[in-house]
């Protein structure tokens, strides 16, 4: 029996609904029937729990961000220049707003704002934009 790539989609979609409103109403997902082991689920179950994994996970979906945004970046740079030049030029300003986002996730936040130092917060931050935005 062939499954059109419509029904698939519909199906991972509903799956997926179902995942977060049992998770949403129930807490734990491990508690519950609906995810059994790996070993007990048919072929389309551990495809689907594999999708779900992925698509959830945090590396995956900070990985997809910043391809995006570097495609994003990629798309307006100006078309006569060198593509090697717009390729790097593209991937440092990817990398320097990473470092922006990263210093701010993993240290001023949970430094100073978590801990309601809300004008160290702001002045670091605005400090850190300063240095590490290139000109």
């Known amino acids: 029996m062939k499954v059109l790539a419509p029904q698939i989609i519909l199906s991972l979609y509903i799956r997926t609904y179902d995942c977060i409103h049992l998770v949403k109403k129930y807490g734990d997902f491990k ?24 698509l959830t996970d945090r590396v995956f979906t900070h990985l997809v961000w910043w391809v995006a945004l570097f495609a994003l970046i990629l ?28 210093f701010n996730l993993l ?23 300063l240095i590490a935005t290139p000109i």
Request: proline share 4%; aromatic share 20%; hydrophobic share 50%.
């Open 31 to 54: 508690k519950l029937s609906y995810f059994r082991p790996m070993a007990t689920q048919s072929r389309s179950n551990k495809l689907i729990s594999w999708i779900y994994n992925v």
């Open 75 to 102: 798309s307006f740079e100006e078309p006569g220049f060198n593509i090697w030049f717009r390729l790097t030029n593209a991937l440092l300003l990817t990398v320097f707003y990473m470092a922006i986002v990263y």
């Open 107 to 129: 240290y001023l936040i949970p430094e100073y704002l978590s801990q309601k130092k809300i004008f160290r917060y702001i002045l670091l931050l605005l400090v850190s934009l």
